[in-house]
């Protein structure tokens, strides 16, 4: 199916699926562009992965909520006085993880390039009470990174690539590095996009943002998986299992997509996971063609990453879809 989409709905993809812990399955496909400039990719190139960044940010507040340095319910106005005097002063970690903070999902990158995006996604005005449903926010997950910095007494991307520690793994690729990058859009503001984060908010941010910014292997990828499944199976992780548990816990229901701490939750069979994975599923997508499912009863992940968006911004639900059926229809039959 990969092989089929190639050169049609993307020029570069790679795909790791792992079971028990063990990988069983890792192949890279296509160039980085679609002209003269094209480079053949490896196993380990590095996508830019969108919002599977939430995914990493999460695991670093939940990391920080286990040391003491945060809390999960608690008010974030100390870390974040800019709230005081405004509603978001109720706002906690576990709204923000669970997209139910009231927050705006985010804003038009011309309304922004003549203001302080993190400014902007401190003291926007919220979509609604905080609490009440879930409205996914990347502005949520830009306020997320401010307050683990803040704690932290450390840049946001020193947090992130510290915990991780991985080589392929972290935010604003070297511009020698560029060239082995898969690229994504190209647009009237700034060109075709290779090495520099697709995201426009995250641009504007510096290539450093809560939501949007990271970029990785599907190794990595599969990392982030591994740190909420291994302690369910007793495998070694940077989380225990309790809090892992909580964060793949039932936070707010949402008809399409259900949300733990981080993490959606499988709800449907129409989600991008395909109807083979399991109810307990948890996974994420991202907007430039990456995508992440995790299925606790099969202790399977399945990680595709790819750069749709290089071919325009039509929705690849079915494409990751086919791909993750394969993967379940795969392993069951070897089962």
């Not at 990391?63 to 978001?88: C, F, K, N, Q, Y």
């Not at 910095?149 to 840049?155: D, I, N, P």
């Not at 898969?182 to 090495?195: I, K, M």
């Amino acid at each position: 199916m990969l092989r089929d989409a190639l050169g049609r709905r993307f020029t570069a993809a790679a795909a790791r699926v792992e079971l028990h812990g063990r990988v069983v399955f890792e192949r890279a496909y296509g160039r980085t562009r679609d002209d003269e400039l094209g480079r053949p990719i490896a196993i380990d190139a590095r996508f830019d992965l969108a919002s599977l960044t939430k995914l990493f940010v999460a695991t670093a507040a939940l990391d920080a909520i286990a040391r003491g340095r945060l809390t999960l319910d608690g008010a974030l106005v100390e870390t974040i006085p800019e709230w005081s005097d405004l509603p978001h002063r109720a706002i906690t970690m576990r709204r923000l993880l669970a997209h139910t903070s009231g927050m705006q999902s985010g804003a038009h990158y011309r309304a922004l390039r003549d203001f302080s995006v993190e400014a902007f996604a401190l003291t926007a005005d919220l979509h609604g009470k905080v609490g009440s449903e879930v409205l996914y926010s990347d502005l949520g997950f830009i306020a997320l990174g401010i307050a683990i910095a803040r704690r932290e007494s450390r840049s946001l991307q020193a947090v992130v690539e510290g915990l991780v520690g991985r080589a392929t793994l972290g935010f604003r690729p070297r511009a020698r590095q560029w060239g082995a990058i898969p690229a994504t859009e190209c647009d009237a503001w700034r060109g075709r996009l290779q090495g520099r984060v697709h995201d426009e908010k995250a641009f504007l941010c510096g290539g450093v943002a809560g939501h949007a910014g990271l970029f990785g292997s599907a190794a990595d990828a599969a990392w982030v998986g591994e740190q909420f499944l291994a302690p369910l199976h007793g495998r070694k992780s940077l989380l225990d299992r309790s809090l892992a548990e909580e964060a793949l816990r039932e936070q707010a229901f949402e008809p399409t997509l259900r949300r733990g701490l981080g993490w959606a939750l499988k709800t449907r069979d129409d989600n991008s996971c395909g109807p083979g994975f399991s109810r307990d599923s948890f996974g994420h997508t991202g907007f430039t063609g990456t995508c992440i499912w995790v299925d606790p009863q099969r202790d399977l992940t399945a990680v595709l990453l790819a750069n749709t968006v290089y071919f325009g911004r039509e929705d690849g639900t079915d494409l990751r879809r086919a791909f993750f059926t394969g993967v379940t229809n795969a392993v069951d039959a070897d089962a």
